[in-house]
């Protein structure tokens, strides 16, 4: 199993963290910027398109949770099950950086910072 580092470059394009995810550090996922597999993926394609690191840098949505590809039925789902908060990494990587938010997450040992209710 690899162990969680900061790489900016595992800065998921949704704001996860996929250098802390399950998957990747056991080989099973490349994460999401390699991930060719991904096609499904309305974030991935609309931040590759507008050639965003994530989706911290769209300025059409200030809130990504206003953006409908950010805030499908999938992501409430992942959300709930994992008590995930997408949009404050968002926030996050807007404050202090998609290098601020790796280390803060490995810090963590976390792939997405958690939702507060």
């Not at 595992?10 to 056991?26: E, F, I, P, S």
């Not at 991904?38 to 050639?51: F, G, I, P």
């Not at 709930?80 to 280390?103: E, M, N, P, T, Y």
Request: net charge positive; proline share 3%.
């Amino acid at each position: 199993m690899k162990e969680i580092v900061s790489n900016p470059a595992m800065v998921a394009y949704c704001g996860l963290y996929c250098g802390a995810c399950g998957r990747y550090l056991k080989g099973g996922c490349p994460g999401c910027h390699d991930n060719q597999k991904a096609k499904w993926c309305k974030v991935k394609r609309c931040c590759t398109e507008n050639r965003y690191l994530s989706c911290a840098d769209c300025s059409q949505y200030q809130n990504p949770m206003d953006c409908r590809k950010f805030n499908n039925i999938m992501a409430k789902l992942f959300a709930l099950v994992f008590k995930s908060d997408r949009a404050a990494c968002i926030g996050q990587i807007r404050r202090i950086g998609v290098q601020g938010h790796a280390d803060e997450m490995t810090r963590q040992k976390r792939q997405s910072l958690r939702k507060h209710r």
